[in-house]
Structure formats: structure tokens, C-alpha cells
């Protein structure tokens, strides 16, 4: 079992930035691929950005390539999502899931953390 801690959400501006922390603790491993979703309200949740188990691939939704970047902490058992450039179409709930294959197949997450509300204003 692991659990996710996600942390670093809040109200922003468009175009400032966040950064999102997700702690992982319980049984963790460095060998599962983590991924970031995000869900707004009334649409339906979305994997925006992922990272292999050792950071060799990473994934990126269209919407956000470009502005956000994931990286991981193996070492802490983190996995951070720095986004830039924030939009008012940014704004949603966002989760970090864990990918037991250790590269980034969106069926496979589970371990869903609480989430984070991110709120970017116009």
C-alpha cells in the first residue's frame, strides 16, 4: 500500500507560477513511474504530466507541454510539478497517482493522493 501526500496548491495569478509536491510514503518504490492528474469541475480527470521510474521518459498533455515540468526525488520518495505560465483553464483539483509498471501508462495509476486545489485567477 502507498500513500500520497499531495501539497503546493493555491490561488494564482495568470501567468504565475506553482509548485506542486507530492510525498510518498508506506510502501514506495523507486522502480513506479508517478504521474500528475488534474480535474476541473463537471470534466473528467486527466493525466497532464508523468515520469519513468528513473526520470529517463517523461509525459506531458498537450495543454501543458511547454509550461509545466515533472521531476522526481528518489531519494524523498517525491515527485514535484512545477507549472508555469498559469492559465484560468489550469484551474482544477490536482492529484498524484502511482504507475506500478514504473513507465507512464495512463491505465495503470492507482494510489490516488487527496489532491490540491489550484485556482488561477484571470
Known amino acids: 500500500q502507498v500513500q500520497l501526500v499531495e501539497s503546493g496548491g493555491g490561488l494564482v495569478q495568470a501567468g504565475g507560477s506553482l509548485r506542486l509536491s507530492c510525498a510518498a510514503s508506506?510502501?514506495?518504490?523507486?522502480?513506479?513511474?508517478m504521474g500528475w492528474f488534474r480535474q476541473a469541475p463537471g470534466k473528467e480527470r486527466e493525466l497532464v504530466a508523468g515520469?519513468?521510474?528513473?526520470?529517463?521518459?517523461?509525459y506531458y498533455s498537450d495543454a501543458v507541454k511547454g509550461r509545466f515540468t515533472i521531476s522526481r526525488d528518489t531519494a524523498k520518495n517525491t515527485v514535484y510539478l512545477q507549472m508555469n505560465s498559469l492559465k484560468p483553464e489550469d484551474t482544477a483539483v490536482y492529484y498524484c497517482?502511482?504507475?506500478?509498471?514504473?513507465?507512464?501508462?495512463?491505465?495503470?495509476?492507482?494510489?490516488w493522493g487527496q489532491g490540491t486545489q489550484v485556482t488561477v485567477s484571470s
Open positions: 515520469i519513468s521510474w528513473n526520470g529517463g521518459t517523461t
Open positions: 508506506g510502501r514506495p518504490s523507486s522502480y513506479y513511474a
Open positions: 497517482a502511482v504507475d506500478r509498471t514504473g513507465v507512464v501508462v495512463i491505465s495503470a495509476f492507482e494510489y
